[in-house]
T-cell receptor, first 115, second 115 residues
Framework: DTGVSQNPRHKITKRGQNVTFRCDPI?????LYWYRQTLGQGPEFLTY????????KSRLLSDRFSAERPKGSFSTLEIQRTEQGDSAMYLC?????????????FGPGTRLTVT | GQNIDQPTEMTATEGAIVQINCTYQ??????LFWYQQHAGEAPTFLSY????GLEEKGRFSSFLSRSKGYSYLLLKELQMKDSASYLC????????????????FGTGTLLAVQP
C-alpha cells in the first residue's frame, strides 16, 4: 500500500495558463475526492467520483475547472485560464468501498501558485 | 446551512493535556472526524465518532454529542511533535441520493506545544 500520490507537488504558472494535476488513489479505493485548501483554512470539497462516475460537484467548481477519472483509477483535475484566486493546495483523497466509516486517505497535495 | 466552528489557535505545554472543541451545524450529519495536519503536509486521520460518547485511542480521545452538535479532541501527555493543525470534519451524505459522504471541514485549530 503506497498511499495516495499526487503530481506535481508544486506548480507555478502565469495567470491565464491551463494546468492539470494528477491523483493516483490507493489501489482498490473506488471513491475519490478532490478538495482545495487555502492558507489558514480547512480543505473545501470540490468534487467526488465513485469509480469513473463524477457524482457531485461543488458550486465552488466554476466552469474553468474540470475533473475526470477514466477507467475508475487515477484522476485528473484541470484548471483553464488560471486566476490568482486559484492559488491553493489541491488535495486528493480516496476511500475504500467496504469501509463503513468512509475514512478518507489524503495525498500530499499539489500546491498551485498563480503569478 | 453548514457551519463548523473551532478555535483558531491554542498553546499548551509539553506533557500537559489539551482539549480542542468543535461545534457544528450541518444538514446531513453522518459522523465526525478529527484529522491532524502538519504544515505543508496532508491531513492524517486521528479519530471517528458516529455515536454519542468517548472514543479512546492511545494518547488521543474524541467525544461526540449529537444533540448538542459538539465534539472535542483530547490530547494527553503532549509532545513537541503534536504541534500541528487539528481539523474537525463532519461527514455529509451530500448529493446524488446521499452517496457522496464528503467531508465538511472547520478552519482547523493550530496547536503550539511549548517546552
Amino acid at each position: 500500500d503506497t498511499g495516495v500520490s499526487q503530481n506535481p507537488r508544486h506548480k507555478i504558472t502565469k495567470r491565464g495558463q491551463n494546468v492539470t494535476f494528477r491523483c493516483d488513489p490507493i489501489s482498490e479505493h473506488n471513491r475519490l475526492y478532490w478538495y482545495r485548501q487555502t492558507l489558514g483554512q480547512g480543505p473545501e470539497f470540490l468534487t467526488y467520483f465513485q469509480n469513473e462516475a463524477q457524482l457531485e460537484k461543488s458550486r465552488l467548481l466554476s466552469d474553468r475547472f474540470s475533473a475526470e477519472r477514466p477507467k475508475g483509477s487515477f484522476s485528473t483535475l484541470e484548471i483553464q485560464r488560471t486566476e490568482q484566486g486559484d492559488s491553493a493546495m489541491y488535495l486528493c483523497a480516496s476511500s475504500h468501498r467496504t469501509d463503513p466509516t468512509y475514512e478518507q486517505y489524503f495525498g500530499p497535495g499539489t500546491r498551485l501558485t498563480v503569478t | 446551512g453548514q457551519n463548523i466552528d473551532q478555535p483558531t489557535e491554542m498553546t499548551a505545554t509539553e506533557g500537559a493535556i489539551v482539549q480542542i472543541n468543535c461545534t457544528y451545524q450541518t444538514s446531513g450529519f453522518n459522523g465526525l472526524f478529527w484529522y491532524q495536519q502538519h504544515a505543508g503536509e496532508a491531513p492524517t486521520f486521528l479519530s471517528y465518532n458516529v455515536l454519542d460518547g468517548l472514543e479512546e485511542k492511545g494518547r488521543f480521545s474524541s467525544f461526540l454529542s449529537r444533540s448538542k452538535g459538539y465534539s472535542y479532541l483530547l490530547l494527553k501527555e503532549l509532545q513537541m511533535k503534536d504541534s500541528a493543525s487539528y481539523l474537525c470534519a463532519v461527514r455529509d451524505r451530500g448529493g446524488y441520493g446521499g452517496a457522496t459522504n464528503k467531508l465538511i471541514f472547520g478552519t482547523g485549530t493550530l496547536l503550539a506545544v511549548q517546552p
